[in-house]
């Protein structure tokens, strides 16, 4: 019985990664070489699956549905929520590792759009960290990224890797200060101030989005404590964007962590050119829905269930 129900699994695993393989290669116009970075196999095994695909009629039949299914939940997100773009990644919820995969699908996403000597204002969290690894290895020009929050050497890929191919203009600060006037002091410092002039600058800006609970970056990395989650929980926090605490309408939760993060203020995201946040999981679609209803991003990518419950939350 577990022999067949394992038959089973791999069987089904087999077809999902059929179905996206033929998805990205004809309806999103990805490379062979991309899809196989996209999915974590081969060249060769993207091309068997596309060949099975064929002789199995999934290209004429099931990703027409699929790609429909799916186009029509990005427009119901940026009618919904006013965004510019949005980008469904299909299924990652069901792989191992849905961070990795849309991850992978905003690396793909930015290096579309990106011209060459761009700047581009990056955030911090897992999520971010490995959209930076995937932009700094697989860019055929040089990239320029600059941080939008102090702390950010603990969050990025080695640097020194000769297929690193991306300079890095980091604030030298950490995230959080132990008050308020040395957070403000060290603020003017030129070197500070260089790189904050440098932000509204760029071209596009890509932030993760944070959940309340353990799991929390700014949990694991030892930032806050449980302590301290669960006091701006009782103050109505759902989660945050660049340690900026948000309650379910997207309002900045008074706290008085804001007087001591050396991050860039929210309303100043606000007004920031091609805002991506790039988040999913349904863990986080509570988080991602106050950032939403706050109106701080320009696109959204997520996964294909967690835009279903975006768009299935009622109204505030």
């Known amino acids: 019985m577990d022999e067949k129900a394992d038959r089973l699994s791999k069987a089904e695993y087999e077809h999902r990664l059929m179905t996206k393989a033929v998805?990205?290669?004809?309806?999103?116009n990805y490379t062979q070489q991309s899809i196989s970075h996209l999915l974590g196999v081969s060249r060769s095994k993207v091309i068997s699956l596309l060949e099975r695909a064929r002789q199995a009629g999934v290209i004429q039949f099931s990703v027409q549905q699929d790609s429909s299914r799916r186009m029509g939940m990005e427009r119901e997100l940026l009618g919904r929520y006013g965004l510019r773009d949005a980008f469904i990644v299909p299924g990652a919820s069901t792989l191992t590792d849905p961070n990795e995969s849309i991850a992978q699908a905003a690396a793909m996403y930015i290096l579309r759009r990106v011209a060459d000597s761009a700047f581009i204002n990056m955030g911090y969290g897992d999520t971010i960290s490995r959209i930076v690894k995937h932009l700094a290895t697989t860019a055929q020009i040089p990239l320029n990224m600059v941080t939008?929050?102090?702390?950010?050497n603990y969050y990025l890929p080695n640097t020194s890797s000769n297929v690193?191919?991306?300079r890095l203009y980091l604030i030298p600060s950490p995230l959080l200060l132990s008050s308020s006037t040395l957070r403000d002091s060290l603020r003017r410092e030129p070197d500070v101030e260089e790189i904050f002039r440098m932000i509204?600058?760029?071209?596009?800006?890509?932030?993760?989005?944070?959940?309340?609970?353990d799991h929390a970056t700014i949990v694991k990395n030892g930032i806050l404590n449980n302590n301290d989650l669960t006091f701006l929980k009782m103050q109505g926090a759902v989660g945050d964007v660049l340690s900026h605490f948000l309650d379910k309408n997207g309002h900045i939760v008074s706290h008085e962590l804001e007087g001591r993060l050396m991050s860039t203020p929210m309303e100043q995201l606000r007004t920031l050119d091609n805002v991506i946040g790039a988040a999913g999981g349904p863990a986080k679609a509570e988080a991602i829905l106050s950032v939403l209803r706050g109106g701080y991003l320009d696109v959204l990518i997520t996964d294909e269930d967690t835009a279903r419950l975006l768009l299935d939350a009622p109204e505030p």
Do not use: Q, R
């Open 148 to 152: 939008l929050a102090g702390g950010m």
């Open 23 to 28: 998805w990205y290669y004809y309806i999103e």
């Open 164 to 166: 690193f191919n991306a």
């Open 200 to 213: 509204p600058l760029s071209s596009m800006s890509v932030v993760g989005i944070g959940s309340m609970n």
